[in-house]
């Protein structure tokens, strides 16, 4: 079991001081992995419904729309670290063209020895893509797996090609590769049956979140039947289901205090470090190969010392 730090490139986390601070205290204490949101902009105005809260809000948004751009905090991550995987979490696929999107990652997969994983979603935001004016809302489950075949292509072949409706390219050369000359790791997001096929046809790994109210995966029983699902999913598109790995994130945070949950007496990732431990243990039997814990930030010190206390009082229990 691996895990990672939570992030958003907002709020308490929206400073160089505080991301090299976690990122490099993430390191020292042999967390696995760090993960970086997207959003490229905030409308001031927002009729969509948000997955992954109860009421459809987006509550993390910062007022003044503050919010780092997620590729370009993986690249300074790169600078200021030595072994920590690079997650984006996740990249809204649409919102960048498809040709820089994989350049930019191929170089900062070069310029990090190879520590990039790619998070990839569809988006909810409509109103982010039409400030963007990015291909169409509507069209964006099609858009997405297109330019993440496109990102195939381009990182895997020496003079590539690509014709589809929403990425054309032909007589191109693309360097430099991925570090390990081929691929970056992609995981798929999501937990709808159109991220399950995706993944199912094109991730390296399921990444789902915890608290999509459609989709509740907040218990092993629950994240046992997608996991089931994506599999059968796997077998139908001619994959062995043990090659897709599965990657979880908890977007509650973590809280030391046993809080009730949604239909359960205790919301996952919290209690004691025993109880805390023991709900790790429990997805760890579903295969879970990447866990990524959601920690409290309303202050930097908030966040390292739960980190910390994390480190030395659960972790060890998970992995002995």
């Not at 969509?48 to 590729?71: H, V």
């Not at 970056?184 to 096929?197: F, T």
Request: glycine share 8%; net charge negative.
């Amino acid at each position: 079991m691996k895990f990672g730090i939570n992030t958003g490139a907002r709020g308490t986390m929206g400073t160089r001081n505080a991301y090299m601070t976690v990122a490099q205290l993430a390191e020292r204490l042999d967390f696995d992995f760090i993960s970086v949101s997207d959003h490229v902009v905030v409308p001031s105005q927002i009729d969509s419904t948000y997955p992954y809260s109860d009421g459809g809000k987006w509550e993390t948004a910062t007022p003044d729309g503050y919010s780092l751009e997620q590729l370009t905090t993986l690249a300074f991550l790169a600078g200021c670290t030595e072994k920590l995987k690079l997650v984006t979490s996740v990249t809204v696929v649409p919102h960048r063209p498809a040709l820089l999107t994989a350049k930019i990652l191929a170089t900062a997969d070069q310029l990090s020895n190879g520590r990039i994983i790619l998070g990839v979603g569809a988006g909810w935001l409509r109103e982010e893509f039409e400030a963007l004016q990015t291909d169409p809302y509507d069209a964006r489950g099609k858009v997405t797996d297109e330019y993440i075949m496109a990102f195939k292509e381009l990182w895997a072949n020496q003079n590539p090609s690509f014709k589809g409706d929403f990425v054309n390219f032909d007589k191109i050369l693309f360097a430099p590769k991925p570090a390990n000359g081929s691929s970056i790791p992609i995981w798929v997001g999501g937990e709808s049956n159109p991220a399950l096929r995706r993944t199912a046809k094109l991730g390296d790994a399921w990444y789902p979140g915890s608290r999509n109210p459609k989709h509740r995966l907040d218990t092993p029983e629950r994240l046992g039947e997608g996991i089931g699902k994506m599999r059968a999913m796997a077998e139908k598109h001619g994959r062995d289901p043990a090659t897709v790995d599965i990657a979880y994130v908890v977007l509650s945070p973590l809280d030391w205090e046993a809080q009730p949950g949604q239909d359960v007496a205790r919301r996952l990732m919290t209690g004691t470090p025993e109880q805390i431990a023991d709900d790790v243990r429990a997805f760890k039997t579903l295969g879970l190969t990447h866990f990524n814990v959601s920690f409290p930030a309303s202050s930097l010190n908030e966040m390292t010392d739960a980190m910390q206390k994390f480190a030395e009082d659960v972790m060890p229990m998970v992995k002995s």
